[in-house]
């Protein structure tokens, strides 16, 4: 089943280390993330001085760039607003912030525009190398620094604070340790095996050791990742009009990624189109355990809305907590597991789900539980698209 959007070739995992100046106190540097079928953009904001004010001043930076993002303006439009307002806060009470904002298409293509922020590193399984800001564009009387670059998948973008690049400062390093000796030790690790996921813990331990066993500044470094997506197909009832149930199963069979059938109803017209049988995996009498199916080509089956409405209540619990011999826990598992989920929704009139019974338990019909799942999937940074049949 194809959704209405393109399915993304890639997904850009996000891997951060963070550390406040003080221990207990909060950080000045803060991150902002936003991912849609299109791009994912991450915004790293850096509050001039530390605790509560640079946490106000990074927050109000990232939240107006990225709104502006969302209200449709380019990010040289976007960023061209904040930094009016940023030289304005040199000569008032305004709060100051530098930042870098990267936006990475599905197809790889990375845009990163820098205001008085270290330049950002591009890293791979073996090598990293930092991307000199040699692009500089007039903003009024400020300069911001654009990089481009293309990423394959395995390639990723490390984004720091100046936490990272003034370590050291007035100590070994007299101008601090710099972007570029940061990008020849990640260049190190790499060669030596490192996983580039545990780059960004390993860079806040060297700036707390060459920083005399403390942290300078508020630090940040942050991976933005580029690897191929795992997909997740959920079909979820059956269609408004019988006709359509081979078009919308073998559309299904024919997407990409694992397949998840919710309903038994959905169940037997999978079965009824591809003539094969259905056999009962799991029986419970338990309420907390629903039943399972086995359905050749098909990842997983399951009951639907009582299901649903239990991975809705739990899917954003730590796994570690999850029973074993559970649908729900395994379906919750499914969608840990995956970066894009699609749901197809059918809508044909399913009676019980207008029982009584159902709302005093608290249960939610199916069209309403899959929208507030897929909310909850968002904030877990989780791509979620729709089509309903």
């Not at 903003?139 to 911001?144: H, N, P, V, Y």
Request: hydrophobic share 40%; proline share 4%.
């Amino acid at each position: 089943m194809k959704p209405d959007i393109d399915e993304p070739r890639k997904y850009i995992e996000i891997v951060y280390a963070q550390k406040a100046k003080r221990a207990g106190r909060v950080c000045g540097d803060y991150i902002l993330i936003d991912r849609n079928p299109e791009a994912t953009t991450v915004i790293l904001a850096d509050g001039i001085g530390t605790g509560i004010k640079a946490s106000v001043a990074s927050v109000m930076c990232a939240s107006r760039l990225m709104e502006l993002l969302r209200l449709g303006f380019t990010l040289r439009e976007a960023c061209k607003k904040i930094v009016d307002t940023m030289h304005e806060a040199r000569t008032s009470d305004i709060p100051f912030s530098a930042f870098s904002v990267c936006r990475i298409l599905s197809s790889g293509h990375a845009t990163i525009i820098s205001y008085e922020i270290p330049s950002p590193i591009l890293v791979s399984r073996r090598f990293a190398t930092y991307l000199p800001q040699q692009r500089f564009l007039s903003m009024g009387l400020e300069m911001i620094a654009e990089v481009n670059c293309m990423l394959d998948c395995d390639d990723g973008i490390i984004l720091t604070s100046d936490g990272v690049s003034q370590a050291g400062m007035g100590r070994q390093y007299g101008m601090g340790w710099g972007v570029q000796a940061a990008s020849y030790f990640m260049d190190g690790l790499l060669a030596q095996g490192v996983n580039v996921r545990d780059v960004p813990e390993r860079i806040l331990a060297k700036v707390k050791e060459i920083s005399g066993k403390t942290y300078g500044d508020d630090t940040t470094c942050l991976l933005l990742l580029c690897r191929e997506a795992r997909i997740l197909n959920v079909l979820t009832g059956p269609p408004a009009r019988k006709t359509a149930d081979e078009k919308v199963v073998n559309g299904f069979m024919e997407a990409d990624g694992a397949r998840i059938v919710c309903g038994s109803t959905t169940v037997e017209m999978v079965a009824r189109v591809r003539k094969i049988p259905v056999m009962i995996k799991e029986i419970s009498d338990s309420y907390h355990k629903p039943p399972s199916y086995e359905l050749a080509g098909i990842d997983y089956a399951t009951e639907g809305a009582i299901t649903l409405n239990q991975v809705y209540n739990i899917v954003d619990e730590n796994p570690e907590k999850f029973e074993q011999g559970s649908s729900v826990s395994d379906l919750c598992r499914l969608f840990y597991a995956s970066d894009t989920i699609n749901f197809t929704v059918g809508t044909a009139t399913n009676r019980a789900h207008e029982s009584i019974v159902f709302r005093q338990m608290g249960v939610f019909p199916r069209e309403i539980v899959v929208k507030l799942l897929a909310e909850k999937l968002r904030k877990m940074g989780k791509l979620v698209s729709f089509e309903y049949v």
